[in-house]
């Protein structure tokens, strides 16, 4: 069975960089914001292996210990120069397509409390087999 990338949000709007690669005008999670762009905003500038994120199936984005959105992963791009305090940082986008109600793993993880990994790190960025 293939891993699961879980992607850890940071508060709405976030820490969206003037320069930012994908011109996001946020990140993060709030109430009331739509999935598609959950997906969206949170879907640049993440630290994950090209070959590990590629082979994983689906992304789950969580905030305050809930899963936000699900989407299916069709591929990682990147890398691509992020700049940040003076610094360039090599980063990856998920590529996806968003899911929804009636979509299996959606029905699964959807508003469900964020599976727990314990692999004795503290990163925003895990992976799981279910």
Not at 26 to 31: D, E, M, R, T
Not at 48 to 62: E, M, N, Q, T, Y
Not at 69 to 82: R, V
Not at 111 to 120: A, E, K, M, S, W
Request: net charge negative; charged share 30%; hydrophobic share 35%.
């Amino acid at each position: 069975m293939a891993e699961i990338l879980v992607l850890k949000l940071m508060d709405y709007p976030g820490c969206v960089p003037d320069d930012d690669y994908a011109q996001r005008p946020a990140n993060g999670w709030k109430p009331g914001l739509p999935d598609e762009d959950i997906i969206e905003l949170n879907r640049w500038c993440w630290d994950v292996g090209v070959k590990r994120g590629a082979a994983c199936s689906h992304v789950l984005f969580w905030h305050t210990g809930k899963v936000r959105a699900i989407a299916e992963i069709t591929g990682i791009y990147g890398p691509y120069e992020q700049h940040r305090d003076g610094r360039i940082l090599s980063k990856k986008a998920i590529e996806v397509n968003p899911l929804g109600p009636g979509d299996e793993a959606y029905e699964r993880w959807y508003d469900q409390p964020v599976p727990q990994i314990d692999d004795g790190k503290r990163s925003v960025v895990r992976y799981f087999t279910p």
